[in-house]
């Protein structure tokens, strides 16, 4: 693991500390008030399971093609933190969703797309852990899948009539907003850096402890 | 006539039961089409939260707090999971070692 890995996981306990202050200095949203501030967080989770989708079908691809295991692991990383970045997306939508449009859950296009692509990432790690042999390969298809899902949950929102806000959002919030946004969301993308290593290296051990075995078995 | 008449009768007799069809299903669905486009009820009054019964009053900071603890949980439990899995690895790791060495001496 690099060196950079002590000092930066400091750096982000730091920063995880600091968001519940920072959110809480941002302004009440005019219409949906003290709930939006849940924006802070799921749009941010949002994107990272978004990016994990892209990074695990990615190395899949790769893997499929040229067989080298770095990818696999890159693949089964980013896999799992797609699930647990989906899991907060899909836990905190309905949250704000209640108070915000009156219902727990919308089947539109967004909503919909995301809870289908977390799903093939969950059945990705349920083959990976219960497939037996090979079921890396069939895995790696699973991600593919899951990969082509990403750019209809990003644009569906402009595509088709839903209640959920356009893309439009982020790019238009004022200073006072924009900020604390900025900041949870560069502070859940060194998370999601950190975790990715830690998930890596977990694989590369387990690598290890399989030519142990091999070696204990000879 | 013939056999061709008698085709063109029947897709005569075809296109008027589509036609009649198409008007029985507009007349049946068009209430339903112009009621879905009206907009919501006008406000004539505004009525204070307090005056809400219990289960229309729904207050945000318990949403907002179930959210953050959310978070919080997940991210937590994930970081302990991924730590738990690292360590029983490495033990393992170093079991396995521990075994090859001494196979080596014997």
Known sequence: MSRLFAPASGLCAIMLAATPFVIASAPYESTMGLVQKIFYYHVPSAWLMMLAALVSG???????????????????????????????VLITGPLWG???????WQWDARLTSSLTTWMIFCAYLIVRRFGGIGSEKLAAGLALFGLANVPFIYVSVNYWRTIHPTTNVVPTLPLSMGGPFWFCALTLLLLYILLMQLRIRLEDQRKQLDNLYLAVDR | MGRWGGCAMMIQKTRFLIGILLLVFSFVFSPVVVWSQQPGEQVDEFVPISELPPEDQL????????????????LGIYVWSVGRRLSTVQQEIKRLELEIKRDVHN
Request: charged share 15%.
């Open chain 1, 98 to 104: 209640r108070k915000a449009w009156g219902v727990w």
């Open chain 1, 58 to 88: 990615t190395s899949s691809g790769f893997y499929l093609f040229n067989r080298k295991l770095s990818w696999d692991r890159i693949a089964v990383a980013s896999a799992e933190l797609m699930v647990l970045f989906g899991a907060i």
């Open chain 2, 59 to 74: 207050p945000a900071a318990p949403l907002l707090v179930s959210a953050y603890a959310c978070v919080v949980l997940a």
